[in-house]
């Protein structure tokens, strides 16, 4: 093989190589179709989610706005089977989604959902490491030099020994992230993540976040009412009255160049 045709070869190899990263990029993780759910109370019938039609790709890092009652938080629970939809299809890589099963929708949870709570949800009586490596022991893969990254990716590889309450609140919520991501979720999913921080605390957490997905190659929903936090994301879906008024991508990209 001749120059010319090594160098044909290497551009068609780099071309190959570039084609499979789209096709990865946009291989779809879930699809939601007519999703419903609905509530019977005394008052009458609340439709709390009223036809939901979006589907996820791999690495998307999704915003979910929405005024108090729009109906995000109840999309963001049927997203991780703590609740079932009363009608309509949810398909989670090629799979439907278990409903009124709890036993198989914890199942489904347990295996492929990651979450960050605006409450931390740490537990007090362990230290930092010990939060992490129970999350990953439930889940049956304790993984100690694992919890050591993730801890360095958070930035708090100097706090492990200290119990959540000797750290800041931002540092809490880091340490959440990194247990949330400790058993490699497929989806991680957030509610009000940031709703007890400062602005410039929020920032730090969401910049440690977003590199935590990137180099982890998590895909991510996050509800909130801060538009702020749209920066953050790749793609924002706006929802009211249980039904999507908008869905645009940001044009951020989901992989983050390295510095």
Partial sequence: MNHTERHISHVLQYNSHLALERCSENMTLLTMSGLKRHYDTPAGVVKALDGIDFEINEGERVILLG???SGKTTLLNCLSALDSPTDGKYVFQGGDV????????TSFRRENIGYVFQFFNLLQDLTVMENI???QELAGKKDSKRAEELLELVGLESEKGRFPGEISGGQQQRVAIARSIAKRPTLLLGDELTGNLDTETSRKVMEVLVD???KENITAVFVTHDESLVQYATRVIRIDSGRIVSDEKTGIPAILEEE
């Fill in 67 to 69: 005024p108090s009652g």
């Fill in 212 to 214: 935590a997905c990137s």
């Fill in 133 to 135: 490596l129970l999350i």
């Fill in 98 to 105: 278990p409903r009124n099963n709890s036993e198989k929708m």
